[in-house]
């Protein structure tokens, strides 16, 4: 049997139409040579789900969105009825979640199925429970609006804090910032200039400053190699304050000090004129005295050495001298 060109034609476009269609329903979300095993959810909103997106168990595709209508409830609230069709042969426990998520950055939408803890597995016409996966418009308002808060309070800190500065910082502040970093530029100049004089010092004077480091290292070694003798040196010192610290040097400056305060209490009485040597000093009555009985004397001793026979009486033979009459006063006639 011949088969004509005729004939070739009509198949050709016959199976062209007929892969158009099952290419426009499978992309649609229906599949035309897939067993019927149909599952729902409800959803208040979807978020970017669409027709054809891919129903997920563990990241494997295992359905698709085959249809999504609104419908209103009995509440009077609308909301948003997904028909899911699986293509895999998979079992899916009761009261299991039918999580809207992000497959990608770009936005996609998928459908993730996260199994109850339930025996029973679901059928087909069952309806699972749906929920929601935070937006990425949401979850980065969430993140940002705190920082947005932020941000704000520190703009308002920075306006308050120029404001604050804006006061401090008039024109008799500025002037006075001015003439500070003058005299800082001063300081620095005049300390570069000791810095200049200091290194021509080091060098007019290097041969004198090595001569003392010498010296110094010459005094090192000296101390170095003399280190037992003053360790003697210190050992006897130590020796000789535990002999001061044993010996009674407590006591004797005790006493002294005790004597100390005594004199001090004697001298005080002879300053107030109290016993025998503060009447001494400060009784005007004995120096009186002592100074008359002194006159007296003397005239007592010019007198014994004029008229000697007023006092003693020498007899040889037993015979009484006579009293040597008094010179008599001269008349002087005018």
């Given at each position: 049997?011949?088969?004509?060109?005729?004939?070739?034609?009509?198949?050709?476009?016959?199976?062209?139409?007929?892969?158009?269609?099952?290419?426009?329903?499978?992309?649609?979300?229906?599949?035309?040579?897939s067993h019927k095993f149909e599952l729902y959810a409800v959803y208040p909103k979807?978020?970017?789900?669409?027709?054809?997106?891919?129903?997920?168990?563990?990241?494997?595709?295992?359905?698709?969105?085959?249809?999504?209508?609104?419908?209103?409830?009995?509440?009077?609230?609308?909301?948003?009825?997904?028909?899911?069709?699986?293509?895999?042969?998979?079992?899916?426990?009761?009261?299991?979640?039918?999580?809207?998520?992000?497959?990608?950055?770009?936005?996609?939408?998928?459908?993730?199925?996260?199994?109850?803890?339930e025996t029973e597995f679901v059928k087909s016409g069952d309806t699972l429970y749906?929920?929601?996966?935070?937006?990425?418009?949401?979850?980065?308002?969430?993140?940002?609006?705190?920082?947005?808060?932020?941000?704000?309070?520190?703009?308002?800190?920075?306006?308050?804090?120029?404001?604050?500065?804006?006061?401090?910082?008039?024109?008799?502040?500025?002037?006075?910032?001015?003439?500070?970093?003058?005299?800082?530029?001063?300081?620095?100049?005049?300390?570069?200039?000791?810095?200049?004089?200091?290194?021509?010092?080091?060098?007019?004077?290097?041969?004198?400053?090595?001569?003392?480091?010498?010296?110094?290292?010459?005094?090192?070694?000296?101390?170095?190699?003399?280190k037992e003798k003053i360790s003697n040196i210190i050992n006897n010192f130590s020796?000789?304050?535990?002999?001061?610290?044993?010996?009674?040097?407590?006591?004797?400056?005790?006493?002294?000090?005790?004597?100390?305060?005594?004199?001090?209490?004697?001298?005080?009485?002879?300053?107030?004129?109290?016993?025998?040597?503060?009447?001494?000093?400060?009784?005007?009555?004995?120096?009186?005295?002592?100074?008359?009985?002194?006159?007296?004397?003397?005239?007592?001793?010019?007198?014994?050495?004029?008229?000697?026979?007023?006092?003693?009486?020498?007899?040889?033979?037993?015979?009484?001298?006579?009293?040597?009459?008094?010179?008599?006063?001269?008349?002087?006639?005018?």
């Open positions: 049997m011949k088969i004509t060109k005729e004939f070739k034609i009509g198949l050709v476009v016959t199976s062209s139409i007929g892969l158009f269609i099952w290419g426009f329903n499978f992309l649609k979300g229906k599949d035309l040579f979807i978020d970017g789900l669409i027709e054809a997106n891919p129903m997920l168990i563990n990241g494997f595709k295992v359905g698709q969105i085959n249809k999504i209508s609104l419908f209103q409830q009995s509440n009077g609230q609308y909301a948003v009825l997904v028909k899911f069709l699986l293509s895999e042969d998979v079992n899916i426990p009761k009261h299991s979640i039918a999580k809207s998520i992000s497959s990608d950055l770009l936005g996609s939408k998928a459908v993730e199925i996260i199994y109850s803890k749906a929920e929601n996966e935070e937006g990425l418009k949401s979850a980065v308002s969430k993140q940002l609006t705190p920082l947005q808060h932020k941000a704000e309070g520190l703009i308002s800190s920075i306006d308050s804090v120029m404001t604050v500065v804006q006061f401090v910082l008039n024109d008799k502040t500025r002037d006075n910032l001015n003439k500070s970093f003058e005299s800082i530029k001063k300081a620095i100049e005049s300390l570069e200039k000791t810095a200049y004089k200091l290194d021509d010092l080091v060098a007019t004077e290097k041969i004198k400053i090595s001569a003392i480091l010498t010296k110094l290292n010459s005094l090192a070694t000296m101390l170095d190699n003399d020796s000789l304050s535990d002999s001061l610290s044993k010996s009674e040097l407590k006591s004797a400056i005790a006493n002294a000090d005790k004597t100390l305060k005594e004199l001090s209490i004697t001298m005080t009485q002879i300053n107030s004129g109290k016993g025998t040597i503060g009447k001494l000093m400060k009784n005007d009555s004995l120096y009186n005295h002592l100074n008359a009985s002194s006159a007296d004397l003397d005239k007592l001793l010019i007198d014994l050495k004029a008229n000697p026979g007023r006092y003693i009486h020498v007899s040889v033979f037993g015979k009484k001298d006579k009293p040597t009459p008094e010179p008599k006063a001269k008349t002087i006639k005018p």
